[in-house]
């Protein structure tokens, strides 16, 4: 008989922190991680700013280091595709033809970038890995004219980076405002301004003709200088691996809210999967967040060493453009009315109340971490289904901290 | 031949909260316990350098307002991942309604 064996699919975030989480839940028998990369896992969200900003040509931000995975007796194969899940036999299948049998199977691939689907679009770069960035980087040098597609996160984050360096930016988004998925009208508003007052000229409501050797046309006859292109249209969850053998897929890999899927020897966390969500109404959510990654790798990894933990994070994530901090923490579009919190000149927490006076996300803009003090404390009285005074959360000198203990 | 600085009055902090105190270069974070107790630790968290007085404190422990790394801010120690290093602390007294640290400078 082998010994009972924990095998990660996956080498980012998710897949890292689970790695480490099996030894901290004393478990003492082999963990095998598996990346279809070839560095160790390291950090993604620098790849969009720091890794573009910075002078020095950027080295990856390592999350465990091959130094960590010996100490803790990670076996780590990299550069390796699994290919096949043998469930009856809870055997894994490499590409080199190597069979990794398990006890418990955790799937943590990731999302991709969605390909942009025009003639011509085989131009557009790409962002997922640090190559990836380093290329785009190589790319962004004074005076380029960049035209990035998509005004999401990564879109937007790219164009700040671009702007540091001395790039002429446009970005070219189809809906009729930035950011329409997730975040309120208002704050977008602030970061378009930010983004026109470093030059960026960002078109909404526009949609491509075609792309021609060093421009974009639009349908409108729009022509838009392109020496760079780089698509950010959103990522699609990776699940072909787990689709093809057979485990339930809905929007992702289809997970119990113990992030089991639909075999109980196999998990699934990060971008790739999608779970319900117990505090909102067990709806059902696919979360791209560098936290959710991690929160949700603690706990699948008790529950695949025997724990019966329901996953119940508020949904968290931040983005960084400029000298300016977003950070949107729970469900805002649950919520049916906002409440305003202006805790300094320059900062807007939007507080999402639903019809019965729960709240059920906040949203917030400042500079710096001026916002996080306070979008955290609403995010763990989000998480404890707390029904605030509108007063009190409008009030800037009200300390939330003392809603928690109430 | 270490001195100590005073850093500000007592009632300068809330309880169960923290101050950012710059001084020759240096930054730190000054915390009053819950329990009514003064602490200091090294002004930047040990993960991505960001000013932990942005942070959140919840009893004995401070959170770091970028990536939620959290420490003990009574003796530094990091309370797992993100964060792997612990801080560094300064001794810290209170005499006449003043808080005053010692940062072996």
Not at chain 1, 19 to 47: C, H, M, Q
Not at chain 1, 299 to 318: D, H, I, K, S, T
Not at chain 2, 72 to 84: I, L, Q, S, T
């Amino acid at each position: 008989m082998t010994e009972a064996s924990m095998v990660i699919v996956g080498g980012g975030k998710a897949g890292a922190r689970a790695a480490v989480a099996f030894r901290e839940n004393a478990w003492k028998g082999p963990v095998t991680l598996i990346s279809d990369e070839t560095l160790a896992p390291y950090d993604r969200p620098p790849l969009s700013k720091a890794a573009i900003t910075d002078d020095a040509e950027p080295q990856p931000t390592y999350l465990l280091d091959e130094g960590m995975m010996a100490s803790l007796e990670v076996n780590f194969l990299r550069g390796a595709a699994a290919t096949a899940i043998y469930r009856e036999a809870k055997t894994l299948a490499l590409a080199d033809g190597k069979r990794i049998p398990y006890d418990r199977l955790l799937i943590a691939t990731g999302a991709e970038p969605r390909q942009l689907l025009l003639a011509g679009s085989e131009r557009a770069l790409l962002l997922r890995d640090i190559a990836d960035a380093v290329r785009i980087r190589n790319e962004f040098s004074e005076g380029r004219n960049i035209a990035i597609i998509g005004g999401g996160f990564i879109g937007l984050e790219l164009a700040s980076s671009a702007a540091k360096r001395g790039c002429r930016v446009t970005v070219i988004e189809a809906q009729p405002r930035i950011l329409m998925r997730g975040v309120p009208a208002e704050i977008a508003t602030r970061i378009a301004a930010r983004h026109a007052e470093a030059g960026v000229t960002i078109l909404v409501g526009a949609s491509i003709a075609h792309i021609g050797p060093d421009k974009i046309v639009l349908s409108d006859g729009r022509e838009i200088a392109a020496d760079i292109i780089i698509a950010g249209i959103g990522a699609a969850p990776r699940f072909k691996l787990a689709e093809q053998s057979g485990l339930a897929i809905e929007n992702g890999i289809a997970c119990n809210t113990y992030l089991q899927t639909s075999d109980p020897h196999v998990f699934a966390i990060g971008d790739c999967c999608s779970f319900p969500h117990p505090i909102f109404g067990n709806e059902r959510l696919r979360l791209e967040a560098w936290r959710n990654a991690s929160d949700q790798a603690i706990v699948a990894v008790e529950n695949m060493l025997g724990g019966q933990r329901q996953y119940e994070a508020v949904p968290w994530f931040w983005s960084d453009q400029y000298e300016l901090n977003l950070q949107i923490a729970g469900l805002p579009h649950l919520g049916a009315s906002v409440v305003k919190r202006v805790p300094k000149d320059d900062a807007l927490i939007l507080c999402h109340v639903s019809a019965e006076g729960r709240l059920m996300g906040a949203s917030g803009i400042g500079q710096g971490n001026s916002i996080a003090r306070d979008v955290r404390l609403l995010e763990m009285l989000i998480g404890k289904k707390a029904t605030p005074d509108a007063a009190q959360l409008a009030d800037p000198s009200f300390p939330l901290k003392s809603l928690l203990k109430s | 031949m270490s001195q100590w600085i005073e850093v500000c009055a007592t009632d300068d902090i809330d309880d169960e909260d923290v101050m950012r105190f710059d001084h020759r270069g240096q930054t730190f974070a000054i915390y009053h316990s819950p329990d009514n107790k003064f602490y200091a630790t090294d002004g930047l968290c040990t993960h991505e350098k960001v000013h932990l007085a942005d942070g959140l404190v919840m009893d004995n422990i401070i959170e770091c307002p970028k990536h939620n790394g959290r420490f003990d801010y009574r003796n530094g120690v990091a309370k797992g991942a993100p964060v792997c290093v612990n801080l560094k602390t300064y001794p810290v007294k209170v005499e006449a309604g003043k808080v005053l640290i010692n940062t072996g400078a």
